[in-house]
């Protein structure tokens, strides 16, 4: 499989203590792959290495040359007051070296083009703000697209959305892995998202573990990530996390 990017013995921090400590992980072509951990495990600082938006303290990056990379954040960042329609957002993420601020026919017509593709053509002109969770997450995804990447990068994508929502993504989200797209993820959503791909990378500033979800998900590796003893379980072939104290964690 070709390389997209390779991480090697990266470490990285804000100044103070390192978020990040010699993390080793490689991203191919076509893959799907889920970063988990918790709050303040280094998940985002990872997306931002692979993008390139911080430079590692220590350690090296290496990606193929020319790779395009589209990046979708939290929905919660979001200005979702800003004046701008739904083609307009995604008209502003569209690569040109252009001087002219005007978007082309050409420029126009892939966005209409997407649009149609994600399922939200009859969108185009709505106010971003009157959106539903897995619309607005589409709109972003059409953003990320628009590029035409080699891998997508998103930052908990069904964070603070409803269970359908977090459904309905997730199989957009194979949809496009089956067309060739990569993708890269975080996500501490271990039953309703994570047992569902086919590759995990846990963290905890150190990669814990990575491979397939029954090889992530298990007790062991979840105690070194998250402090605290959970009991797996399996259920139609895939485990499923149990808090002793609480029952099952996020199952729907």
């Known amino acids: 499989m070709?390389?997209?990017i390779d991480v090697s013995h990266v470490s990285f921090g804000y100044g103070g203590a390192p978020v990040l400590k010699d993390v080793d992980c490689r991203i191919d072509a076509g893959q799907f792959t889920g970063?988990?951990?918790?709050s303040g495990s280094g998940k985002t600082s990872l997306l931002k290495v692979l993008l390139g938006t911080v430079?590692?303290?220590h350690g090296s990056v290496t990606r193929?040359?020319?790779i395009a990379v589209s990046y979708v954040p939290q929905l919660e960042t979001v200005n979702w007051n800003f004046p701008v329609t739904v083609s307009e957002c995604v008209l502003m993420a569209r690569a040109t070296k252009r001087l002219s601020p005007w978007a082309t026919s050409t420029e126009r017509a892939d966005v209409s083009?997407?649009?149609d593709r994600?399922?939200?053509s009859d969108l185009g002109k709505r106010h971003i703000r009157e959106l539903s969770g897995g619309q607005q997450q589409r709109m972003f995804i059409a953003r990320a697209l628009v590029r035409r990447p080699a891998l997508l990068l998103m930052d908990e994508p069904t964070s603070g959305v409803d269970v359908g929502t977090r459904h309905e993504v997730l199989h957009l989200l194979d949809d496009l892995n089956k067309e060739g797209l990569a993708i890269v993820l975080t996500t501490h959503d271990l039953n309703g998202m994570a047992s569902h791909l086919p590759h995990l990378i846990a963290l905890q500033q150190r990669v814990i573990a990575a491979g397939p979800?029954?090889?992530v998900i298990v007790p062991d590796v979840l105690e070194k990530v998250f402090g605290a003893r959970m009991e797996v379980l399996m259920h139609l072939g895939m485990p499923v996390v149990v808090?002793?104290?609480t029952g099952m964690l996020g199952v729907a």
Do not use: F, M, N, Y
């Open 2 to 4: 070709s390389t997209l």
């Open 35 to 38: 970063i988990v951990g918790p």
């Open 55 to 57: 430079k590692a303290q």
């Open 64 to 66: 193929r040359p020319d």
């Open 113 to 115: 083009s997407v649009l």
């Open 118 to 120: 994600l399922g939200i």
């Open 213 to 215: 979800p029954s090889e």
């Open 243 to 245: 808090d002793s104290g």
